[in-house]
């Protein structure tokens, strides 16, 4: 780890007067780690722990914003979110371990990297180690040929194959949050579908904010009246272990017809991955196995799979009909 400057900001004002060059830090659950590897190497740290931006709360329209400060524990067991955002609630609480949760952030989670341990070692990008066009754009992809059993089928490129490890964002995607920002140019509204984005020829931008800019605030819209939402995650063990496959599912049945739906996948794309398609094969549909079949196959039909990670195919297939299964009983 580098040497770097410290500071610590009492309002949003005084944090983005110093972001030049430096990075924003709030649990540091991710970033410190990364700084440990070298993978991240800011000239300074500006502490957020302070600012007011650490409460969840009902807005005039019906919906909830989310304070880019509020701790992933306390997100999870809000009753408000339980009670019209389950979905949300299930995934935060399948992520990580309670220590973990309990010092995370909304806006961190948002912003978590790639767990590729390529792109985590050391040496990724420099002479004589492994490639990571991450790290060093141009230097290759030591995963499309290596170990690659965690890694994405959906929303992949020639230069990165690298998974999107969040669980939140994957509940999110599927509810259709939005993201609000601030910085040097001022404040800014980003639809979460935008906020992410794929590699595609440089996968080194992974989101779309500007140099110095703060999330503050992550809302969700009104809750569909009559609709229910799942969130399932499968993976190698019980807990504290990320996706081989997920999925979060917000869906509407009346008269036996699946009236509403969104779907997202986890541990697949490159990013939160929202199925179109998958919901399109839903809407007027009966609730029945076979539909339920159709939307999977729809929603991994661009699925292109490396070496190890083939059965993250069939797996994401059988997790999206579980989902919708369990989101329609």
């Given amino acids: ?36 590897l070298s993978v991240e190497k800011p000239s300074g740290l500006v502490d ?7 409460k969840v709360e009902t807005l005039p329209n019906g919906g909830l914003r989310i304070g880019a400060m509020v701790r992933n524990s306390d997100l999870a067991w809000n ?15 399948s992520g990580a371990s309670p220590q973990l949760r309990n010092m995370a952030t909304t806006g961190g989670n948002l912003l978590q990297r790639t767990r590729c341990v390529y792109f985590r ?7 004589g180690g492994y490639g990571c ?58 639809a979460f579908a935008d906020f992410h984005k794929v590699p595609g020829d440089t996968p080194h931008l992974e989101n779309a904010l500007e140099p110095g800019e703060l999330v503050t605030y992550v809302d969700l819209p009104k809750p569909v009246e009559g609709a229910k939402s799942v969130y399932l995650k499968l993976r190698d063990r019980a807990s504290y272990e990320f996706a081989l496959a997920s ?32 919901e399109a094969a839903l809407m007027g ?17 661009d699925a292109k799979p490396h ?7 069939e797996l994401a297939k059988r997790c999206v009909v579980r989902t919708l299964k369990m989101a329609t009983a």
Avoid at 285 to 290: I, L, V
Wanted: some cysteine.
């Fill in 1 to 36: 780890m580098q040497t770097f400057q410290y500071t610590k900001a009492a309002s949003i004002d005084k944090a983005l007067g110093a972001a030049s060059g430096a990075k924003f830090i709030a649990g540091g659950t991710t970033l410190v780690d990364l700084m440990k």
């Fill in 121 to 127: 070692e050391p040496s990724a990008g420099t002479p």
């Fill in 133 to 190: 066009n991450k790290r060093t754009p141009g230097s290759g992809c030591a995963a499309m040929e290596g170990f690659n059993r965690m890694h994405a089928v959906l929303g992949t490129s020639d230069k990165c194959i690298a998974t999107h490890p969040s669980d939140m964002c994957v509940a999110m995607a599927a509810l259709e949050a939005t993201i609000q920002t601030e910085g040097p140019k001022g404040k800014r509204t980003i």
């Fill in 247 to 278: 999925c979060a599912v917000v869906a509407k049945v009346e008269g036996g017809r699946i009236r509403y739906a969104r779907v997202a996948m986890g541990g697949v794309g490159t990013k939160p991955w929202r199925s179109h398609e998958a």
């Fill in 79 to 93: 009753a408000e979110v339980q009670k019209n955002y389950a979905v949300l609630s299930q995934a935060l609480l």
């Fill in 285 to 301: 549909k009966a609730a029945n196995a076979e539909t339920f079949r159709h939307a999977a196959e729809a929603a991994l039909k």
């Fill in 307 to 313: 070496g190890e990670n083939a059965f993250k195919v």
């Fill in 48 to 54: 957020i722990n302070l600012l007011p931006l650490d």
